[in-house]
């Protein structure tokens, strides 16, 4: 069977330290994978997605950035953290239609 | 693009009692219909799904119904429990799409 990771689970950093957030997928080949931000109480919001290696699409610009080193492992980077990329990110993998989501790192940035 | 209307934002209702919550979709192409429970810390999971060549689709006390014409689908839950309350996403693509376009979410809050 398929599973996602993501790590770390909780993240509290200071303003303008570089940020680094890494999601695994298990069991499957070759997935889309996606990057996502929920503000509290607020919808996802599509950051990144990758349909293979090396190939990332933006859906927001912003001081983020997204690498796809290997086929199951997606990271989500920034360089300097602004206290707006507070959040709650989620990483998902889909093949074919369905979609499925990882559990979610929560990042307090101060 | 897709785009996906949801509502209600909130939805407190007696425990025991049914939840409805309605999605409208632009796209009349879209042929994939997800639903997905969020509970408070934890990331979305897909409770059920539909696709445009099923008007309806039960799984136990959940229910999904779609209407093509109108491009609207909802989600039904009987017999309402607390462990049913969370935030409730929709969904809609192409089966080519690269992406889902998600509805902003319904809170549900079944009291007890």
């Known amino acids: 069977s398929q599973t996602i990771h993501q790590w770390p689970a909780t993240l509290v950093q200071p303003v303008g330290s570089p940020l680094s957030l890494e999601c695994t997928v298990e069991?499957?080949?070759?997935?889309?994978l996606y990057w996502y931000r929920q503000a509290a109480g607020r919808g996802l919001q599509l950051l990144f997605y990758?349909?293979?290696?090396?190939?990332i699409s933006s859906e927001v610009p912003q001081n983020l950035s997204a690498s796809r080193p290997q086929d199951r492992q997606f990271i989500l980077s920034s360089k300097k953290l602004l206290l707006s990329d507070s959040g709650f990110y989620l990483c998902?993998?889909?093949?074919?239609?369905?979609?499925?989501f990882g559990p979610g790192t929560r990042l307090t940035v101060l | 693009g897709e785009n996906v209307e949801q509502h209600p934002s909130t939805l407190s209702v007696q425990e025991g009692d049914s939840a409805v919550i309605k999605c409208t979709y632009s796209?009349?192409?879209?042929?994939?219909f997800p639903w997905y429970k969020q509970e408070l810390g934890k990331g979305p999971q897909l409770i059920i799904d539909?696709?445009?060549?099923?008007g309806e689709k039960k799984d136990q006390r959940i229910a999904v119904t779609l209407n093509k014409t109108a491009k609207h689908f909802s989600l039904h839950i009987t017999e309402t429990q607390p462990e049913d309350s969370a935030v409730y996403f929709c969904?809609?693509?192409?089966?080519?799409?690269?992406?889902?376009?998600f509805g902003s979410g319904t809170q549900l809050t079944v009291l007890p």
């Open positions: 069991g499957t080949s070759n997935p889309n």
């Open positions: 998902a993998w889909k093949q074919s239609d369905t979609q499925y």
């Open positions: 969904a809609a693509s192409r089966s080519s799409a690269r992406q889902l376009t």
């Open positions: 539909i696709r445009s060549n099923v």
């Open positions: 990758s349909v293979g290696i090396g190939q």
């Open positions: 796209d009349s192409a879209s042929n994939y």
